[in-house]
């Protein structure tokens, strides 16, 4: 936990994931995919390792110390790169439109990059969509745009085609 005058940056506990999940859905309304988000309170809690189960992901909420409420949120998770070993992914960064421009955002992204430093992680790596204005943000604060300099495409296989090849597999071992 980390506290300032303004804010508190906390893993979040299984009280926090109906305010973690509601703030998914704004960030997924926000990107315009609001039928995107799927996960349930269950889901969250195990995949955070709340319930007992094998923490897959790391679960941080920012609270505004004034009212104690959740104002924003991270989700990360250590990955791995075969040129420079481990890293950390943030699958998202997100603060409440309300309490935007008070620093709440820098503050998540410095203590999500603490935690890769201190993960012993050589790079942090986060996705954006191309007209998302926080690009600019995050690109003032070091980030490097691999698309534009690298020429790298990110690619999804969806639950469907993932059980067609898993499909294929079991039929080609028959």
């Known amino acids: 936990m980390s506290t300032t005058e303004e804010f508190t940056f906390r893993r979040a ?3 926090d994931i109906k305010d973690v999940l509601a703030m998914i859905q704004e ?25 007992g189960d094998q923490e897959c992901c790391e679960v ?22 075969t040129w420079q070993g481990r890293y950390f992914f943030v699958e998202d960064i997100y603060v409440r439109p309300e309490h935007r421009k008070r620093g709440a955002g820098k503050r998540i992204f410095l203590e999500v ?42 690619y999804r296989v969806e639950e469907q085609q993932l059980a067609k090849l898993a499909q294929d597999l079991a039929s080609s071992k028959s």
């Open 60 to 81: 941080y909420v920012l609270t505004d110390n004034a009212t104690n409420q959740a104002i924003g949120y991270s989700i990360c998770y250590k990955a791995y790169s």
């Open 113 to 154: 990059s603490a935690r890769a430093v201190e993960l012993k992680c050589p790079r942090l790596e986060f996705n954006v969509l191309e007209w998302n204005p926080a690009r600019k943000f995050y690109e003032s604060l070091g980030a490097v745009d691999l698309t534009a300099k690298e020429g790298w495409h990110y």
């Open 27 to 51: 960030l997924a309304d926000f990107e315009k995919m609001s039928n995107g988000p799927q996960l349930t309170e269950e889901d969250l809690k195990r995949d955070a390792g709340l319930t």
């Open 13 to 15: 506990n299984a009280e």
